[in-house]
T-cell receptor, first 116, second 114 residues
Framework: AQTVTQSQPEMSVQEAETVTLSCTYD???????LFWYKQPPSRQMILVIR??????QNATENRFSVNFQKAAKSFSLKISDSQLGDTAMYFC?????????????FGTGTRLKVLA | NAGVTQTPKFQVLKTGQSMTLQCAQD?????MYWYRQDPGMGLRLIYY???????DKGEVPNGYNVSRLNKREFSLRLESAAPSQTSVYFC?????????????FGPGTRLTVT
């Protein structure tokens, strides 16, 4: 069975600094997708970034980028120039194909606080 | 487009009461999901519907039932609520045909069972 592990329950970073959130996963599939979702205090889940496993190039979205290491099954999120609005819970998610359908597995989340 | 909507936003139940959480999406997505979110446990899949007319159990289905009423709507029913079902419930939808596989989430329902 697939698993997703986020080993950092809480992190903090100074405004304008860079922070990296860790995520590891376990799967026997060769093709899958990985996601980082942000959940601010409003509770709304928002997609931050997506990575397709067959693409070697790391995904980037403005200040957000990932370090995808397929062999190590690692998918970390780097936030550059952190802003107060980045304060949120961040979830790493894996999507694979099982029994003819696709399912998502979420990690337990990392609570990030950006300090002024 | 409203995206994914959920009702109600908050609910308090007594042990043994029943209720139905409603979810609707207007993005013409085939797949819909129900998750529960508990502190320190992330999002856990309760039930999902890969397409209209089909439903399947997820990781934590006990105590819940679902109905995929049509392509737009996917409801979650608690027949006899228990304090262990106190949680935040999220509905989500996605569409494989877009090849993005992004899940779109509703705003959540905070349920308290006393």
């Amino acid at each position: 069975a697939q698993t997703v592990t986020q080993s950092q329950p809480e992190m903090s970073v100074q405004e304008a600094e860079t922070v990296t959130l860790s995520c590891t996963y376990d799967t026997s599939e060769s093709n899958y997708y990985l996601f980082w979702y942000k959940q601010p205090p409003s509770r709304q889940m928002i997609l931050v970034i997506r990575q397709e496993a067959y693409k070697q190039q790391n995904a980037t979205e403005n200040r957000f980028s990932v370090n995808f290491q397929k062999a190590a099954k690692s998918f970390s999120l780097k936030i550059s120039d952190s802003q107060l609005g980045d304060t949120a819970m961040y979830f790493c998610a894996f999507m694979g194909f099982t029994s003819g359908t696709y399912k998502y597995i979420f990690g337990t989340g990392t609570r990030l606080k950006v300090l002024a | 487009n409203a995206g994914v909507t959920q009702t109600p936003k908050f609910q308090v139940l007594k042990t043994g009461q029943s209720m139905t959480l409603q979810c609707a999406q207007d993005m013409n997505h085939n797949s819909m999901y129900w998750y529960r979110q508990d502190p320190g446990m992330g999002l856990r899949l309760i039930y999902y519907s890969a397409s209209e007319g089909t439903t399947d159990k997820g990781e934590v289905p006990n105590g819940y039932n679902v109905s995929r009423l049509n392509k737009r709507e996917f409801s979650l029913r608690l027949e006899s609520a228990a304090p262990s079902q106190t949680s935040v419930y999220f509905c989500a939808s996605s569409e494989a045909a877009t090849a993005s596989y992004e899940q779109y989430f509703g705003p959540g329902t905070r349920l308290t069972v006393t």
